[in-house]
């Protein structure tokens, strides 16, 4: 009966965050090239496809000889570079900076998964300050990036005012500006143009190692994160 309780709990949250990753695709597009992803690992001649599950249900899912859910979840913008919102890093961040753990799997057309542990390399702040507008505030957020080893870390900072819905980049990130189409209800639609704050990916695997590569490939939804 645990075990039946056990594979329903897992079945209950591969659906869920299956749904969450389709809603997020469907409500969100934009007129620049961009595309929704997930992550693959190639690592020693070897490809693993990233499961968002987590260590312990990928581990119980795969020891029960069938494959976990991987499904695309990370938006990727390609403008001269690939950029993703800083809120959106963090399984890049770990899988670039070589925090994961692999599940080697042999499936028909790659050889296993690959999972983020829970002390991540990446962490979050946010401070608010106020302005000189009485009652105003700005919300400053810093994202650090830590390595597996030594002190050196990485720094994106950057501002939101909520009265004006404006951004500010203030440290290793940009001011980008895409026109997004949204989905208000089936065969409706609006198209508008928004600011962003994003950082560029290639900045991110410099920090952690320059020998790194990624490669999107748009008809597998996959980025490849290739150890060369």
Known sequence: METNRGKGAMRTVMVSLLGVAMGFFFFFSCETENLVVNLALKKQGKTYVFSKLGSFITKTTLDNNESPSV??????????????????????????????????????????????????????????????????????????????EGTQVYEIVYEYNPASGEFKAIKNCKEKSFWITRS??????????????????????????????LKLNTEEQLLYIIAN
Do not use: C, W
């Open 71 to 148: 499904f695309p979840f990370v938006q990727i913008f390609n403008d001269d570079g690939l950029f993703v919102s800083p809120d959106h890093i963090e399984e890049i961040v770990n899988t670039v900076g070589g925090n994961y753990e692999l599940f080697p799997f042999e499936e028909k057309s790659y050889d296993g998964y690959f999972t983020a542990p829970k002390n991540s390399l990446y962490s979050s702040n946010n401070v608010n300050r106020s302005t000189e507008v009485v009652g105003e505030q700005i919300r400053e957020t810093t994202i650090t990036l830590n390595k597996l």
């Open 184 to 213: 208000i209800q089936p065969g409706e639609t609006t198209t508008s143009s928004e600011d962003f704050i994003m950082v560029n990916l290639n900045e991110i695997v410099t920090f952690y190692d320059s020998n790194l590569e």
